[in-house]
Nanobody, 128 residues
Framework: QVQLVESGGGLVQAGDSLSLSCAAS????????MGWFRQAPGKEREFVAG????????KYSESLKSRVTISRDNAKNTVHLQMNSLKTEDTAVFYC?????????????????????WGQGTQVTVSS
């Protein structure tokens, strides 16, 4: 069982940058691709970025890839999402997910159904 705890959300102004973190614990016998999704009020959960366990493969939402960067530190069991030039439409709850990769440490995942574990989410609010 993997536990995920997100942090770093808050209230920022349009144009600001923000870095989110996700701390993972448990499930050390397996390797996981990690990802970030977001869900705005009244909308479905949306893929933001994913990264393989080895860190060499990353996937990004086409609409966000110019403004976000995902990274991970396996020694610290953390994954990060750097977001730049934030817009009011980025306001959402951001979720961290872990996807079992079956030993394929170079696999990153972009679909929510591929993720077995989720954190509780962290709220990001961007004001104009």
């Amino acid at each position: 069982q993997v536990q995920l705890v997100e942090s770093g959300g808050g209230l920022v102004q349009a144009g600001d940058s923000l870095s989110l973190s996700c701390a993972a614990s448990g499930g050390t016998s397996n390797t996981y691709g990690m990802g970030w999704f977001r869900q705005a009020p009244g909308k479905e959960r949306e893929f933001v970025a994913g990264i393989s366990w080895a860190g060499g493969d990353t996937k990004y939402s086409e609409s966000l890839k110019s403004r976000v960067t995902i990274s991970r530190d396996n020694a610290k069991n953390t994954v990060h999402l750097q977001m730049n030039s934030l817009k009011t439409e980025d306001t959402a709850v951001f979720y961290c997910g872990a996807a079992l990769d079956g030993g394929n440490v170079n696999a990153a995942f972009r679909h929510a159904y591929e993720y077995e574990y989720w954190g509780q989410g962290t709220q990001v609010t961007v004001s104009s």
